[in-house]
């Protein structure tokens, strides 16, 4: 009968054995997952980062060409205050049905202006080659 503990001894010290040694590959496996996903975090932090300095530089760009077109613009309504009216400039006093039909924007037709005038497009690529027919009604370009 002795040999027979000896046999559950044994086992059990197997079955010990082998929780422990699982245990052990469980906790490395888990370590390994743990730097993995902190390498992971590091990663895409940084790339955020990176993210978020280059649109805050593209931000701080297109603030600036904002601030110079509408300068611009308010020089074009200082100029010419029958063609460029300074409501559009400044954004006040829009009525509700200009927004409504020029989609916030006051109505230029009828100011003398070409069809598809758009003094916000200036310095901007024309895809209609039509550079010509800005000033053609403008007798002050002498």
Known sequence: MTSDNDDNDSKADDDEETKARK???RLEQNRISARESRK???TMIEELQRTV???SRENKDLNE????LR???????AKYPNIVPLQAIVGQGTAPQQQQEGGGLPS????????GFNPLSWGAPSNNNNQADVGAGDSTNV
């Open 108 to 115: 230029m037709a009828g100011a003398g202006l070409p069809v």
């Open 23 to 25: 245990r052990k590959e």
């Open 40 to 42: 992971r975090k590091k």
């Open 71 to 77: 300068r611009q613009l308010m020089e074009l309504g």
């Open 65 to 68: 060409r904002n601030e110079s």
């Open 53 to 55: 300095i280059t649109l």
